[in-house]
């Protein structure tokens, strides 16, 4: 029975998910988007958030049990500096994770996780309003009124 077991293994032995999930934590901190699978995305998540709440305090004690789960001084050096300011002043949900349907090859769920305060292509999506009207009615609205104005001015100039 799997009482109590309620994280996903990830069909992996302990000591290769904890390699996987290092590297794709370091992945995340370095690149702050990746392209995975759903499953892999939502244990990334679990794994990473807990080391993000703990770069906002930056002491050589937080450093070293960060560095024991990344084991990468470069991700380390990113994550207490540019990564611990801009999420300083939240509370938590420092991820965020975009479903991006079927791969073609196995047709595993795949996944966009990414850090929140640092994709500013969906910022400026958001500020982006849409209207309910097409685009193609437009430029057919805006060739007819220059073609009535062009067949208004052409029996105006033969008369002359």
Known sequence: ?????????????????????SNMATSLIMHKRITTTLQKAKALR???????????????????VVFSYLQNKYAITELFGEVANKVADRPGGYTRIIKLGKRASDDADMAFIELVDFDENMAKAEKKTRTRRSRKSAPKAEAAETATEATAEAPAESAE
């Open 1 to 21: 029975m799997r009482h109590n077991k309620k994280f996903n293994h990830l069909s992996r032995k302990s000591a290769h998910r904890a390699a996987m999930l």
């Open 46 to 64: 679990v794994y990473v958030e807990p080391l993000i709440t703990k770069a906002k305090e930056d002491t050589t004690a937080s450093r070293r």
